[in-house]
Nanobody, 126 residues
Framework: QVQLVESGGGLVQAGGSLRLSCAAS????????MGWFRQALGKEREFVVG????????LYADSVKGRFTISRDNTKNTVYLQMNSLKPEDTAVYYC???????????????????WGQGTQVTVSS
């Protein structure tokens, strides 16, 4: 079993920045790919970004390319999402996800992820 705990959400003005964190426990974190998804009110959950087990491979949704950056610190069992130039349309609950396949690559398909955090709210005001 894997536990994921997100933090760092909040309210920010358009153009501002936030950094989300996701702390994982229960498995050897460094061997597994991770991802971030988000779900806005009344909309389906959508892929934001993924990172491979090593951190050497990343995959971004077109809507966040150039603004968001994913990284991981395997010594702290934590993955980060740095969000810059935030827009009102980035408002959503952000979820961290863990892919159970060892040595996995980054992927945008939510069905490939096995464990999910409880989510953290990000609200961007105009």
């Amino acid at each position: 079993q894997v536990q994921l705990v997100e933090s760092g959400g909040g309210l920010v003005q358009a153009g501002g920045s936030l950094r989300l964190s996701c702390a994982a426990s229960g498995r050897t974190f460094s061997e597994y790919a991770m991802g971030w998804f988000r779900q806005a009110l009344g909309k389906e959950r959508e892929f934001v970004v993924g990172i491979s087990w090593s951190g050497g491979g990343t995959l971004y949704a077109d809507s966040v390319k150039g603004r968001f950056t994913i990284s991981r610190d395997n010594t702290k069992n934590t993955v980060y999402l740095q969000m810059n130039s935030l827009k009102p349309e980035d408002t959503a609950v952000y979820y961290c996800a863990f892919r159970r396949v060892r040595w996995g690559t980054a992927t945008k398909y939510d069905s490939y992820y096995d464990y999910w955090g409880q989510g953290t709210q990000v609200t961007v005001s105009s």
